[in-house]
């Protein structure tokens, strides 16, 4: 019996467990998820320090004319301090002198030699970066399950750190299955097809930060599906497409069993692509999707995205939307959940008019896609809908309800 969207989703996040971990440059993190809270152990800036290139000055001090004929930069230890009467010349980011209260940024002053002509009004720490306004010593700048950007690696660095400890790269195997599938590179007969879903299936996880491994098609046997899947025991997710329908030769849900699977659902709700499967073999993950191109791409992008989130290690693994409203009347068969591929042009999203599950082309087009409940069967324009991102990542720490209503 199929099981819901839903209860597939809630299946695979309650039975995969993040990957191990490893240390790392912190110029390779990029992309990586923290396994620890990242503390300061000092503050940031170290120092008070001036914000702006001018005079460093005493508020009692306003309007009026004051001698100047120290400078500070950065980098220097200043050791002077600053008495009422004068100003000292200050660069961006140089420590204060000692008795400093404001700074008068150099544009707002009038200088003749060594004498100073300082505004009306001086307002008290402008213009002054404090010691530790940006991270406290002792505090959490970055968190267990976030993942690494480039400004997280500047934070990093600002704090002396060399090496992290992040999740490890997820392991992704591929293969598809089907004696007519034959490699893009190969010459096919009349008779025969190029296998398109194993090379999309690869690029995708690499598009999702994974280490990926290609094992050529396998043969429709036991034993040949059998080889195929014990030299893949070592990726965290095993991906197949093909061989999970009801056909004569579609062994290979059989052979995943015959190797110890635990198999967790074979049949999903959705269409396209309801002989979707999902079960683990020890720690790896095993997807079984249809063979049809455009029903594996939908199903990849519910579950298998899941899944690689999941095991990320990342806090925010649940798939979220965009609400967004439909550009123009759409009409679609009801009776069934439906995921619907469309474009998004930032303000309205338009689902693709043809998209059948054994095409290829309109995979391409698709910047999202909605999931439609059975009884919907219009889509009037300006309806509000909630979009699932293909082309970049959207994800959140809850879970939401993925359905357009």
């Known amino acids: ?100 209260e404001a700074i008068i940024p150099i544009e707002n002053v009038t200088v003749t030699e060594d004498k100073v002509f300082l505004p009306k009004n001086i307002e008290k720490d402008a213009h002054i970066r404090r010691a530790g306004e940006d991270v406290k010593c002792g505090t959490a700048y970055l968190h267990k399950g976030e993942r690494i950007t480039a400004y997280s690696i500047a934070l990093l660095a600002s704090q002396g750190i060399t090496h992290l400890k992040v999740y490890r790269k997820i392991r992704v195997a591929v293969f598809g299955t089907g004696d007519e599938l034959r490699p893009h590179f190969e010459k096919i007969e009349p008779h025969q097809l190029y296998n398109s879903n194993t090379p999309m299936f690869l690029a995708r996880a690499k598009e999702l930060g994974c280490e990926t491994r290609y094992i050529p098609s396998s043969g429709d046997t036991i034993d040949a599906l059998e080889a195929s899947v014990t030299s893949a025991l070592d990726a965290d997710i095993i991906i197949t497409s093909g061989g999970v329908s009801m056909g004569d030769k579609d062994f290979t849900k059989e052979a995943f069993g015959n190797l110890g699977m635990k198999l967790y659902f074979d049949k999903v709700d959705i269409k396209p692509g309801k002989p979707t499967a999902f079960g683990k073999i020890d720690n790896t993950a095993i997807i079984n999707l249809p063979g049809n191109p455009l029903a594996s791409m939908v199903n990849y992008e519910l579950f298998i995205r899941a899944v690689i989130h999941k095991i990320s290690g990342a806090n925010a693994f649940y798939h979220t939307t965009v609400e967004t409203t439909v550009r123009e009347d759409f009409k679609l068969k009801k009776g069934k959940y439906t995921v619907r591929l469309g474009t998004f042009d930032g303000k309205t999203f338009m689902p693709l008019k043809q998209q059948l599950p054994g095409m290829v082309s309109p995979m391409q087009k698709a910047d999202g896609f909605i999931i439609t409940l059975p009884d919907v069967d219009f889509l009037p324009k300006g309806m509000k809908v909630k979009m699932i991102p293909i082309c970049w990542e959207l994800n959140s720490s809850k879970e939401e309800d993925l359905f357009t209503h």
């Open 1 to 100: 019996m199929a099981i819901s969207i839903t209860e597939a989703l809630d299946i695979i996040y309650a039975n995969c467990s993040p990957v191990s971990t490893e240390i790392i440059p912190i110029e390779e993190s990029l992309g990586r998820i923290m396994t620890e809270d990242s503390i300061a152990t000092f503050d940031l800036p170290r120092f008070d320090n001036s914000a702006m290139d001018g005079y460093a000055v005493k508020c009692t001090d306003a309007d009026q004319i004051v001698i100047s004929n120290e400078v500070i930069y950065a980098g220097d230890d200043p050791t002077m301090t600053l008495q009422q009467g004068t100003a000292i010349r200050i660069m961006t980011g140089a420590p204060l002198p000692k008795g400093c």
